[in-house]
């Protein structure tokens, strides 16, 4: 029993570490390779994208309430 | 009251900070773009700036302010239009324009303004004109103080840039 809960705690500590927000080092060179004006546009892009995203996601949730719903 | 199209529109920061730059409005790039424009891979979804205060700096940016259709930020569905005393005040002003949410700051922490600011900027070449942004190290110094959790999360993003960015600089040097 004791060794159970030596091993839940084990895991648990290891969980707690891989949420720990790591740093993308790669993504950093990548950025730093850039101009500021490309910076800027990839900023730009991005956030076209989540957006982009976001109204997907939205249009596909209300035509699937829709479709939930009784005739 | 004036009626304003109210849909969100997906921010265009390079266009507003080419707006800003051809209307030949003095300010210091403060905030996630000036982080952003230095290396950080951060995202952001509004772009800060600390104008200079003099009365032509002011007029020029209102003109542009009002080409781009600014109007105040708020909770609720009031449209109001930013006035020259909003701009000579101390406080914040957050707008929402064509190009998306411009923020126009008249210091930042501290009671910081365009003149304090100036010595810790870098300059940066953007689409053709000069632009004083921020220094990365202010900007990590400032996040540093901050207790704000978004701050905090970000704040290692910045810092490992900071690092890489000075070890570049470095081996430029050697």
Redesign the interface.
Same mark, same amino acid.
Request: proline fraction near 7%; avoid cysteine; charged fraction near 15%.
């Given at each position: 029993m004791i060794e159970i809960e030596k091993v839940e705690v084990a895991q648990h500590s290891d969980k707690q570490k891989n949420l720990q927000p790591r740093v993308d080092k790669g993504l950093i060179e990548m950025f730093l390779k850039m101009t500021p004006e490309e910076r800027v546009r990839s900023n730009d892009n991005t956030i076209r994208a989540l957006v982009e995203l976001r109204n997907a996601f939205k249009k596909q949730k209300t035509s699937s309430s829709r479709s939930e719903r009784p005739a | 009251m004036p009626s304003k199209n109210k849909k969100p529109q997906?921010?265009? !920061?390079?266009a507003l !900070?080419k707006g800003l730059n051809e209307a030949g409005v003095e300010f210091v790039l403060v905030g996630g773009?000036a982080a952003?424009? +230095?290396?950080?891979?951060v995202?952001?979804?509004d772009l800060d700036i600390v104008h200079r205060q003099t009365d032509e700096n002011i007029e020029k940016l209102m003109k542009f302010l009002k080409s781009i259709g600014a109007y105040q930020r708020r909770p609720d569905d009031k449209v109001i239009e930013p006035d020259e005393r909003d701009l000579k005040g101390k406080g914040h002003v957050l707008l929402t324009t064509r190009f998306g949410p411009l923020d126009v700051l008249a210091v930042i922490e501290k009671g910081r303004g365009f003149e304090e600011l100036l010595t810790d900027t870098v300059e940066?070449?953007? +689409?053709g004109f000069k632009v004083y942004?921020l220094s990365l190290e202010t900007i990590v110094a400032l996040k540093r103080e901050s207790k704000d959790p978004k701050d905090q999360?970000r704040l +290692?993003?910045l810092e490992?840039?900071l690092r890489?960015?000075r070890e570049?600089n470095e081996d430029d040097y050697l």
């Open positions: - | 997906v921010p265009d !920061l390079s !900070l773009v952003v424009a +230095q290396g950080a891979p995202t952001t979804f940066i070449e953007f +689409q942004v999360y +290692q993003i490992e840039t890489r960015m570049i």
